[in-house]
């Protein structure tokens, strides 16, 4: 009998017909991000009861979009662009489990099915939806350069609805992408039973960070950003803006290999 083969469905003798290859996954990617304040209890309030707030900053979050090009090992899909670019844009806040600061990422649209597949693998909870930014080129007049004064925007959507946009002007370099996406990530993987009402047959909280990374250009930018809600996605209300902290744009490249399991409440029999 043939073994059918690959990471993700669909499955096949070959295993190329996979959404997504097998690890390790390599990106190179440009970051637009702004970090601002919220009430913390808003925090608190998209949080699982076993995780705790930040001791400091505890209402800081980052909203971040990435423009990416990926690929596994070979890098077949470089030459076939439209199974290594997309977008993405992601909401990420800080926690505490058992004593260690984590990053946590609580919202997410990305603009590729593979990306999906990847996202909920790690615990990302990803959706599809529609994401711009503005393009740094260094030639010509239609635009910016890496320059002081640059404006840069962006924007989110989902369903035809605009969920976030922002602004951010170019200040100087930096040293620093801003705190609150500097930990490593700490998700939860979960899928609930096929019986409605039988609770979780995968509830996994694990971590994870990049290795390998490389850092281009950093730099740090005043920022303005404004969120929307929709029928769908609940963006403005679960996170809004109290008072900007600031902005920043960064060129990265990171790989990402695997994670650890932090703790498992599954119940594969349900």
């Not at 390599?26 to 699982?48: C, H, K, M, Q, W």
């Not at 990416?68 to 290594?84: F, H, K, N, V, Y």
């Not at 600061?101 to 999906?116: G, L």
Request: hydrophobic share 40%.
């Amino acid at each position: 009998m043939t073994e059918l083969t690959g990471l993700f469905a669909p499955r096949t003798p070959s295993g190329k017909s996979a959404v997504a290859p097998e690890m390790p996954w390599f990106y190179s990617g440009t970051l637009f991000t702004v970090e601002y304040r919220t009430d913390p209890a808003n925090v608190r309030a998209i949080l699982p009861p076993e995780l705790g707030l930040a001791d400091e900053d505890p209402g800081a979050v980052a909203f971040i979009w990435a423009d990416w090009q990926s690929c596994s090992t070979g890098g077949a899909e470089l030459l076939d662009p439209q199974r290594s670019q997309y977008y993405e844009a992601f909401v990420v806040v800080r926690c505490t489990y058992e004593g260690q600061t984590y990053s946590r990422c609580v919202a997410i649209w990305v603009t590729k099915d593979f990306a999906i597949a990847r996202g909920w693998f790690q615990g990302y909870p990803k959706k599809l939806g529609e994401v711009a930014m503005t393009r740094v080129m260094n030639v010509g007049k239609a635009a910016p350069r890496l320059a002081p004064g640059a404006k840069l925007g962006m924007n989110v959507g989902a369903y035809g609805h605009r969920l976030a946009e922002a602004v951010i002007t170019l200040r100087e370099p930096s040293e620093t992408n801003g705190f609150v996406n500097g930990h490593p990530m700490l998700h939860s993987r979960w899928m609930p039973s096929l019986t409605p009402g039988a609770g979780n047959s995968l509830d996994q909280l694990v971590t994870m960070s990049g290795v390998d990374a490389e850092i281009g250009e950093t730099w740090s930018a005043d920022a303005d950003i404004t969120l929307f809600d929709s029928q769908w996605d609940e963006v403005g209300s679960l996170l809004p803006v109290n008072e900007i902290i600031g902005g920043y744009y960064r060129e990265v490249g990171v790989t990402f290999n695997g994670g650890r399991l932090l703790a498992d409440k599954s119940n594969p029999s349900i």
